[in-house]
């Protein structure tokens, strides 16, 4: 299989070389986690010297005696080399029950630079305060953005081509070695069910998995729209899918904190306060609501609007819904002192269209940067002080 240098992460985890906190690499399954610590170990040996790598796998069955957090505490003391800068790097950690323990106790030595991976149910961000008593720092990994699928097939250089491609096959890279749509989708399936059927099951001891499935399955069909948990239980017992608003407000927390979805939450713009009524969820990678629900409701400005989202959050920008007085901006991105408010759509060549977009924004009274990505096909223009932006040009920006 063919890889590329992800090098915004490599370049992360490079920055946080030396600190004393434990460094933990999350992400939703298959979204490059082991491959990036792996690239770490390359770039740490080819330039660094005077070094001693404790690397474990637990996925090898190399590995397979120190599944036990006493074992592998003593394994790990057991490698260590005075004199020399001690890594510590342990891949898919959750399959050695209690691993906390251990890697607490190695961590309080202030002797080794820790970092850790593992699936996504089992090192959610609503654990880690408790799993890890010491300092940590997650570094995020997203499935790839456009810009990493156009270097993995730089072959290929008509990038309408590659954008329309990578609509509906996502990032999930590891479905890029499937010739055909059949088996890239079974791929990006069995990763999706493994996490709902398997891994939230396991983490949360449900019951069930119906409801967990419909759902998922009901927050990918109704992307970009206002969701409560009261409105989802009432369609869901509409279908015969029997349940409560109580636990579809569980199942949606279980779905994000797996990084399954996203939840962005309103924000009032005039008032500059945040709403807590409804709140939108947006999928961590396209391909999977093709490769589940393939076609059906194929609506693209939503497709497009799903992935102007999750590639803010990529750039590390804090994302909110807008609401001013009675009208929506698709999304409000602040970082730092940035604040950028945004409306995305499919087509605005219509000028009925491209002023539902547009008017929303001139309301606003601020002097923040303003702008509308859509599929223009044209190079960047402005409009009343508005930036108008093509989708895939701007997806390619840094």
Known sequence: MKTIVRKKYLD???????????????????????????????HLKENCENINIIFID???????????????????????????????????????????????????????DIYVTGSNAF?????????????????????????????????????????????????????????????????????????????????????????LQRLSEFLMDNISNLTSPNKVSQLLNANNVTT??????????YLC???????IKRYDIRGKKYLESSEKFYLCDTGIRYAILGSRNMDYGRVYENMVCIE???????????????????????????????QVSDNISGQETFEREYSPLLQIRDAYPKMIIARTRHPEYSYEGIEIHDIAEWLLQE
């Open 244 to 253: 409560n608003h109580v636990t579809v407000g569980k199942y949606i927390k």
């Open 12 to 42: 992360r985890i490079i920055e946080l070389n030396g600190t004393p906190d434990i460094k933990i690499i999350t992400g939703i399954r298959r979204s490059g986690k082991s491959k990036l610590m792996q690239a770490y170990i390359e």
């Open 123 to 211: 090192l959610l961000s609503a654990d880690l305060a408790t799993l890890f008593t010491g300092r940590y720092i997650q570094i995020h990994v997203f499935p790839f953005s456009f810009k990493e699928y156009c270097e993995y097939y730089d072959d290929v250089t008509d990038k309408d081509k590659l954008f329309d491609e990578y609509s509906f096959k996502g990032g999930l890279a590891g479905s890029y070695v499937y010739p055909n749509d059949r088996d890239r989708s079974a791929y990006i399936k069995e990763v999706y069910e493994t996490i709902v059927t398997r891994d939230l099951v396991q983490k949360y001891a449900l019951p069930d998995t119906t409801v």
């Open 257 to 263: 904190n797996a990084f399954v979805f996203y939840d």
């Open 312 to 342: 803010l959050l990529r750039r590390g920008y804090d994302v909110y819904v807008g609401k001013l007085y009675q009208k929506e901006i698709d999304f409000v991105a602040q970082k730092g002192s940035e604040k950028i408010y945004i």
């Open 58 to 112: 637990f996925m090898d069955l190399e590995f397979e005696e120190i599944k036990e957090y006493h074992a592998l505490h003593s394994y790990v003391e057991q490698h260590y080399v005075a004199g020399k800068t001690n890594y510590l790097f342990v891949d898919e950690v959750q399959m050695c029950p209690k691993f906390e323990l251990a890697i607490n106790s190695l961590y309080s030595k202030g002797k080794y």
